[in-house]
């Protein structure tokens, strides 16, 4: 049971962020949902029995692509122009 | 109305996944006639392995990890070509802050700990879950916080590009081996050890050794590359 | 009960990687923004991944690894190792292709002052 509602959360939360990166107008706020992203993601690895694939999903995904983010950002602008 | 079009062609799309997706049900043993369970079985019996994910991306599927390795690199060296700038250019990174001494200490404490780990996770890659490519992201990530905890640190590209091209060379070079002592590329031939053992497997221990130092320099130099780049803005 | 409340999440596995699959792609088609773009993509990414691991999960196996004791156990069930295998190099060639993507768009805004793919019309370098 405790099981079901950790998935449940995890997947919600997978949802929400990816919606919520997609929507955010300020860029640093939409990198930080991508992080959050991955990172259930690779709670999600690991819960579906591939420890290998969420090592490296936790290494890439949420360290390497967030901060590799935040550097273009900090060289480009902050904040999407509406559209 | 082009929103409106794009959600109509996603529906569509999504449709079309879904239903093909509830024809494969989740959980079941569906690929009854697949390789898998040759590959379960070989990863013991013939190369004394203990993570089959391992053995299959080094020795059943070695040349596709070649091609990627390769990949990674075009890809450092279409960063560097795009980002270039002539060498005058190359400055003292623009920091707003400098660190706090709480962050530079810790993170000279830390430092060696995070390259010790990640050594630990590509040695063991066979036996535990982990390889050259987490193993190399991890020593990647050290040296990105010793990169943003000092304004100063640098790290020498030439030292990168020979470990990457030494790397390389061993992995090209142990698969013409494997194409000279036995039948085909990336073939085994060392003694596979006991199960278990750090030294077991053959040449898989020795090419993921190559692929973690490899995968640790590029995406150093991705970093190291793309965190001097200053912007004309707020540079 | 338990029973009804996992056949839920069968279906909640592969629905969920889909529909983060389908957010990414419509925040790559829709928005204007470069970055916002090249996020959308990156989302997009992540969702794929998801469902080819998911393809390959088999009730009550384990991850395909040989602890020492597994060979004289009774357990002998193991997920498919081959979809974990493609989707650990996926990703790293997905770090390689974002890391060149955000090269091309710094230096596309350095050359155009902009992000907003409406207002960079001439593709003259």
């Known amino acids: 049971m405790i099981y079901f509602i950790l998935i449940l959360f995890l997947m919600i939360l997978m949802i929400a962020a990816a919606i919520y990166s997609v929507y955010q107008k300020d860029l640093m706020y939409a990198t ?20 290998d694939v969420a090592l490296t999903e936790a290494a890439i995904g949420a360290a390497l692509t967030t901060i590799i983010f935040v550097i273009a950002i900090r060289n480009t602008i902050r904040y999407e122009g509406d559209d | 109305m082009k929103k409106i079009l794009i959600i109509l062609l996603l529906a569509g799309l999504g449709f079309y996944i879904a239903t093909t997706y509830t024809g494969i049900g989740f959980g079941e043993p569906h690929f009854k006639h697949g390789v898998k369970d040759t590959y379960l079985k070989q990863t013991v019996q013939s190369l004394h ?16 990890t070649l091609g990627e390795v390769t990949v990674l690199f075009l890809a450092v060296t279409a960063l560097g070509s795009i980002l ?17 001494s709480i962050v530079t200490a ?14 630990y996770v590509f040695i063991h890659g066979h036996l535990t879950p982990g390889g050259g490519f987490q193993g190399g992201v991890i020593i990647a990530t050290g040296f990105l916080l ?20 030494i790397a390389g060379i061993t992995f090209a070079g142990i698969g013409l081996l494997g194409l000279i002592y036995g039948e085909t590329f990336l073939q085994n031939f060392l003694p596979v050890g006991v199960l278990n053992n750090v030294f077991s497997g053959g040449i898989i221990p020795i090419i993921y ?25 707020n540079g | 009960m338990d029973n009804a409340l996992f ?30 773009i ?47 295998a493609l989707v650990l190099t996926a990703i790293v060639i997905g770090f390689g292709v974002t890391a060149v993507a955000l090269a091309l768009v710094i230096r596309l805004y350095r050359h155009h002052g902009t992000l907003n793919i409406d207002e960079i019309k001439n593709l003259k370098w």
């Not at chain 2, 250019?89 to 707003?96: I, N, T, Y």
């Not at chain 2, 973690?212 to 793309?226: H, P, Q, W």
Request: no cysteine.
């Open chain 3, 7 to 36: 056949d839920l999440l069968d279906y909640a596995v592969y629905g969920t990687a889909i529909l983060v699959m389908l957010i990414g792609i419509y925040g790559a088609l829709a928005k204007k923004s470069l970055l916002k």
């Open chain 2, 106 to 119: 810790g993170s000279k404490l830390l430092f060696p700990a995070i390259i010790l780990l990640g050594a």
């Open chain 2, 49 to 64: 392995v203990a993570n089959t994910v391992t053995a299959i991306v080094v020795n059943f599927r070695g040349f596709d």
């Open chain 2, 209 to 233: 050794i190559a692929v973690g130092f490899k995968v640790a320099a590029e995406l150093t130099g991705v970093i190291y590359t793309i965190l001097h780049e200053k912007g004309e803005s």
């Open chain 2, 146 to 165: 010793m990169l943003l905890a000092y304004r100063n640190y640098s790290v020498s590209h030439i030292i990168l590009s020979i470990v990457e091209s």
């Open chain 2, 84 to 100: 270039y700038k002539k060498r005058h250019e190359v400055g003292v990174r623009s920091v707003l802050f400098s660190s706090s």
């Open chain 1, 32 to 51: 930080i949902g991508t992080g959050i992203v991955s990172l259930a993601l690779s709670i999600l690895f690991y819960l579906l029995q591939a420890p």
């Open chain 3, 38 to 84: 090249v996020i959308g993509l990156s989302v997009s990414d992540s969702g794929l991944n998801m469902l080819i691991v998911a393809i390959g999960y088999l009730k009550g196996g384990t991850a395909p690894i040989f602890s020492p004791g597994y060979l004289d156990g009774t357990n002998k069930l193991m997920v498919d190792p081959v979809p974990q």
